[in-house]
């Protein structure tokens, strides 16, 4: 086993911040003042997958935006928190409520607002273009940056250490 399949081998839960690691961090001002952002298809891929596997995936947001939560929600995702003022407060709900412990969390952020809550997790892991203070506390610095497949590639690695990317569910979206 390699030091990156060890680093990946435990995790069961996925919680990620949105802007800036779901997407590259641009907000599109509609007409009509509606805030649109642009996401990867093959981040979504691997979130329904990961769903679909039984993994927990959530998202703690402090963004408020009302295209968020529908697309998650096709996405088969369930715990969608937005307009989170204090992600640690949110994320020490989430854990006690699921019973998790640190080594089976993994925490992508992407800035300042996910630094604390990062550190509360077993793997806290970055997009390759997020803020320094944040890739220096990331035990996973990501190849890809927000919104580019970042997400994909993380869960692609845990699947892949755990035996379960490339298995008969991973065929059907």
């Known amino acids: 086993m390699t030091d990156t399949e ?3 081998a435990d995790i069961t839960t996925f919680i990620f911040d949105y802007d ?15 805030d649109l952002r642009t ?13 679909k596997l039984g993994y927990n995936v959530a998202v703690i947001s402090g963004a408020l935006c009302n295209t968020i939560t529908p697309r ?8 969608i928190f937005v ?8 994320l020490e709900e989430y854990m006690d409520k699921k019973a998790l412990r640190p080594e089976q969390v993994l925490f992508m952020g992407d800035d300042i607002p996910d630094y604390r809550a990062m550190q509360m997790a077993g793997l806290p892991a970055a997009p390759a273009d997020a803020a320094p ?9 990501c190849r890809q940056g ?3 497949g970042c997400v994909r590639e993380v869960i692609e690695l845990a699947l892949k250490a755990q035996g379960r990317w490339f298995t008969e569910e991973a065929h059907t979206w």
Do not use: C, H, W
């Not at 307009?83 to 949110?90: I, L, M």
């Open 6 to 8: 060890r680093l990946f």
């Open 146 to 148: 927000g919104g580019r």
């Open 83 to 90: 307009g989170v003022p204090n992600k640690v407060v949110k």
């Open 133 to 141: 203070e944040i890739k220096s506390i990331s035990r996973y610095v």
């Open 20 to 34: 800036g690691v779901m997407t590259d961090g641009t907000v599109y001002i509609s007409p009509e003042g509606l």
């Open 39 to 51: 996401s990867n298809v093959k981040d979504g891929y691997a979130l329904q997958l990961a769903v």
């Open 72 to 79: 998650l929600k096709r996405l088969g995702l369930s715990d």
